[in-house]
């Protein structure tokens, strides 16, 4: 709904796009309203607005509860935490325990605290942004099981291109899209 130059980013749990921040000129006007982009509907949806204006040297990092750090403009020492609504549909699945390191292609389980019902699982690799570009995110959806109400058997991706070597959260989703915490897992190669 509003053009930006310099808007921040971050991929979250449900695969859809965060973005906010910018201004709607250089480093000007700015633009308080975050949108979200859901990529399955090819619509974006307008939020409530932010409290801080974020311009040139701000920035936006997803944080393994779900929600989204949002911080900077140049002089600026305020942060915000923005809630998705994902978070406000009810409990969240608890992982309790998952491994430290996996290998490309390689099964593990996590398991669950409480019985729960999980409509999917991702890896989010950990961000790295500078000057309104986030060029480590990735979303990467992963298979799996659920072998019974509180265990999940998970397979790494096993193409590096599509999962660079490093750091992910591993998000677990209910049936209702709420996502867990994600605990965060390095991918090694063998």
């Known amino acids: 709904a509003n053009p930006r130059w310099f808007p921040n980013s971050a991929l979250l749990p449900d695969g859809t796009l965060f973005v906010c921040g910018g201004g709607r000129g250089n480093n000007s006007d700015p633009v308080m309203e975050p949108e979200i982009f859901d990529p399955v509907s ?4 307008t939020d409530v607005p932010m409290q801080v204006p974020r311009l040139y040297h701000s920035t ?7 929600r989204v750090w ?3 403009t140049d002089g600026e020492t305020r942060m915000e935490v923005y809630t998705p ?3 406000l549909r009810g409990g969240r699945p608890v992982i309790t325990n998952a491994p430290a390191s996996l290998a490309y292609g390689e099964g593990f389980s996590v398991s669950l605290l409480e019985p729960t019902s999980i409509s999917s699982v991702c ?3 950990l961000s790295a942004v500078t000057h309104a570009f986030n060029m480590g995110q990735r979303h990467v959806a992963l298979d799996f099981t659920q072998g019974d109400a509180q265990s999940l058997d998970i397979t790494a991706p096993d193409d590096p291109n ?3 070597p490093g750091h992910y959260m591993l998000f677990v989703l209910d049936n209702a899209g709420v996502p867990s915490v994600a605990p965060t897992i390095q991918i ?3």
């Open 60 to 66: 936006a990092l997803l944080l393994p509860d779900g």
């Open 70 to 72: 949002v911080a900077g």
């Open 42 to 45: 090819e619509s974006w949806t």
């Open 123 to 125: 890896f989010i690799r």
């Open 188 to 190: 090694v190669f063998a």
């Open 162 to 164: 599509v999962a660079p």
């Open 85 to 87: 609504d994902y978070l």
